[in-house]
């Protein structure tokens, strides 16, 4: 039994499964042992729960496509009696994966063509994400980037790692670098020290950051020698990834207060994902229990459209009524963001609620979360401290000049696609003209 947000879960003693019952307890709290010991067959399921048919078939048809392996942790979550159980869902595979929607991609997030070295995408101006394994001590169902983790690479080496630090060392624009995989954490401590030293030799690497789920499917990973490691590298930063409140157990707010106790930030992305967490209550639930364990709602990320996952996905319109039931409605830190990471690399897009009613050059109107209906007069106050021509916006090298907050920052006049009929036409008929790429200059 386990309670979240003021509800009881029904979780079984590990020691009640017979295919663990005779395992001594300090092997069942070695993640190595839960990691060499995941149930990657039906017939090791089969000694778990009685599986559906839909699951047979699931557990049969989808090894083409995509890996399967239980941590016998998480397993142990799994309600044997209950085929839509929330942590049975993420874990056991259903023959519904097989089927690809017109709308799936095979790299929906173009990871891949933004990647200017292996393991390396490079996407925004100064941040990066870093693959550095494909193993994950559990493979969930909803995976974003199972055309890469489907496959046995196994750890990156630090040499096979190599190119991505050299363009690191000269890309100075870097400042940001965020450890997946697979899960970075699944990995031995030696070869994640050695990653995280050869990072900070990069002097212009400000932060580090780590994606990882083994606080929610194997807690026992998170050791003492491990926070000892991470310790070393601050400053640090670690998303987890909590999708229910069954999840957080005692053993996954042990795991998640040694790393807090240890100074580093916790923050948590919570996929949404049908059947499993698409409810505004229970979305709520889940976003007290992390707050009390020191862990902060970062984002709610709308299901990608990688093949085979579309019966996971919501509509959009569910994850902006759940913001809508947690703004005003909670505490503000409690709060995540509500993002679609846009197919095509086009990157995460924040969505929330009409707040902005309407505005003028004198008001704004504003709605808050109970439907009220207020004015906000604008300030008559002379220029603002960063004016037209702000020194530090137009001579920090790291002044934002892409995008919108380029032509904010009057760095550009305006955007515009390159392949348009009316650009393609007006470089048809005027190839005397020079265009800077997607730029338009103010006179033309």
Known sequence: MVMAG?????????????????VPEDRWNDWRWQAGH???????????LAPTEEEERGVIDCAKYFKFAIPPYYASLMDPNDPNCPVRLQA???VAETYFSTADMHDPLFEDVDSPAP???????????????????????FCTRRRFTAHDHGIQSLKALEPAFQYLEKATEVRDVLLS???PLMVKDEYLDGVLKRLREIPHIEIVR??????????????????????KYHPLWL??????????????????????????????QTVLLRGVNDCPTLMKRLMHKLVMNRVRPYYIYQCDLSEGIEHFRTRVAKGLEIVEHLRGHTS??????????????GGKIPLMPNYLVSMSDKKVVLRNYEGGLFSYPEPDVPPSACPDKCVACQTDARASVEGVAGILANKKQRIVPTDTLREQRKKKHRPQVTIPLQVVPEDH
């Open 119 to 141: 393991g390396l995408t490079h996407r925004y101006p100064d941040r990066v994400l870093l693959l550095i394994t494909d193993y994950c001590g559990m493979y969930c169902r």
């Open 6 to 22: 003021g509800y009881e879960y029904n979780i079984r003693d590990w020691r009640e499964v017979p295919l663990w019952k005779d």
């Open 332 to 345: 503000g830190y409690a709060v995540p963001l509500f993002i679609v990471d846009a197919p095509g690399g």
């Open 181 to 183: 995989g697979g899960d």
């Open 92 to 94: 056991v595979p259903k």
């Open 210 to 231: 780590i994606g990882s789920k083994v606080p929610c499917t194997t807690p026992q990973r998170i050791t003492p020698n491990l926070v000892s490691i991470l310790k």
């Open 239 to 268: 998303n987890t990834h909590f999708n229910h409140p069954k999840e957080i157990t005692p053993e996954a707010s042990k795991a998640v207060a040694m790393l807090a106790d240890a100074g580093i930030p916790l923050g948590c």
């Open 38 to 48: 995941s149930i990657k067959s039906l017939e090791e399921l089969k000694q778990v």
